[in-house]
């Protein structure tokens, strides 16, 4: 339970960082996306950082289920449902740390820019961690 509440915490803490990009803040956002020869790789609008959020805080939803601080209505298979959703949740960050093999994850081939230095040293690592977390409060 502890492992899922922690990974509860950083997902929330991760959809309300997009939440004030996506209303126009500007602090961090400039180390969120890649970059290539200092142009960015992506260039989210409000509406797909919105999405964003609104993903991470659906994935926070499901591990509240699967430790049990929300509860489902008793359908049958219902929580084998949210069981393989932690499973998922956790192999989507697992091969987020992995990453594209060219801007993001431990296997990049793009390493010069601000956004890469900060992704091998901290968005790839709390992926990985993220991916951990989830996984055990899958098994629990």
């Known amino acids: 339970m502890i492992a899922g509440a922690a990974a509860i915490l950083i997902l929330i ?10 209303a126009g803040g500007k602090a961090g956002k400039g180390a969120a996306i890649p970059t290539l020869d200092v142009r960015p790789v992506l ?7 919105l999405m964003v959020a609104a993903v991470l805080s659906a994935m926070a939803a499901v591990l509240a ?3 049990g601080w929300l509860s489902l209505p008793a359908i049958p298979g219902l929580s084998g449902l949210v069981r393989v959703g932690a499973w998922l949740i956790a192999a989507a960050f697992a091969l987020r740390a992995i990453g594209d093999f060219r801007y993001v994850g431990f296997f990049k081939r793009v390493r010069e820019s601000r956004f890469a230095r ?3 040293f901290a968005y790839s690592p709390l992926c990985t961690l993220l991916a951990l977390l ?7």
Request: hydrophobic content about 60%; aromatic content about 10%; cysteine-free.
């Open 43 to 49: 260039k989210p609008t409000a509406l797909t950082t």
């Open 65 to 67: 289920v699967r430790i």
């Open 13 to 22: 803490i991760l959809a309300a960082m997009h939440v004030y990009w996506a």
């Open 118 to 120: 900060l992704d091998t």
């Open 134 to 140: 989830i996984g055990f409060s899958a098994i629990a």
